[in-house]
C-alpha cells in the first residue's frame, strides 16, 4: 500500500478478508520509507486488519505478505480483495482484487499383496491398499480388479480408515472387482480391500494380478499396484 497523494494518511485501515477456502493463514509486514504501522503487523486467520501511518510519497509503503493452504478438497476460483481505507474525511477506499485457479490433482498410490506360492485347490487371499500422500483430496477414486478366471473369488470386501469414504457396496462377490471411494489427503486415510477365492484344482501354472486406482479429477493419472505372481 502507498501514498501518492500530497497529504498524509494517518491510521490508514488496510484489511483483507481471506476466502475460507485457504487453510491456517498466517500475514507478516514490512515498510519502507518514513511509513509506519501502529497495530496488526503480523498475526493469524482470515480476517486480516492492520492500521498505518502512510506519509505522501512513493517511497512510503506498507507490505503485507499472507501465506496459507488451499483447502485439499477445493477446486475452483479463488477471489480475493484487499482494501485500504483512509481515516480522513473526504477520501476514497480503493481496492485490489486477485482471482486464482486452483485445480484438485491427488496423487494416489495402490499396492497388493498375496501368496507367492500355493497347491491348487486351495483357498487364496489378496490384500488391495490405496492411500492418497499427495495434498489433494481423491474424489469419486475407481479402484479395479480383475481377479484371474482360473480364481473363483468367493467374497471381497472393502475397509476405509480414517476420513475415507465407500460410495455404495463395500462388498461383493465375483472377479470383477470395482468400487468408488473418496479418498482425503493424508496418511491416517486409506482404503482397504481383502479379496478372499479358491485356485481351480484343474490349474498348474503362474498366476498374476494387479489392481488399479484411477482418480475421477482432470490431469490425474491412474496408478497400478505391483503384480503379484503365485
Known sequence: VSNTGTSDALLAAISDAVPASIK??????????????????????????????????????VTLTIKGTVDASFSGSISNTAKATP?????TEVSSTVTTTASRTPEVSISKTGPSAL???????????VNNFSSSDAKALAITDQVPATVVVSSWSA???GAAVINGPASGTGNNISLNA???????????????????????GTLTNTATATPAEPGTVAKTANAVTT
Request: charged content about 5%.
Open 119 to 129: 497347491v491348487s485347490g486351495q483357498n487364496i487371499s489378496y490384500t488391495i491398499t
Open 87 to 91: 481515516a480522513e474525511a473526504g477520501t
Open 182 to 204: 473418496d479418498l482425503p489427503a493424508g496418511a491416517a486415510n486409506s482404503v482397504t480391500i481383502t479379496i478372499n477365492g479358491r485356485v481351480s484344482a484343474a490349474f498348474s
Open 24 to 61: 491456517n493463514v498466517s500475514w507478516t509486514s514490512s515498510v519502507s520509507g518514513t511509513a509506519t504501522i501502529t497495530t496488526g503487523a503480523s498475526g493469524t486467520g482470515n480476517a486480516i486488519s492492520v492500521t498505518a501511518n502512510i506519509p505522501a510519497g512513493n517511497a512510503n509503503k
Open 159 to 161: 475397509q476405509a480408515a
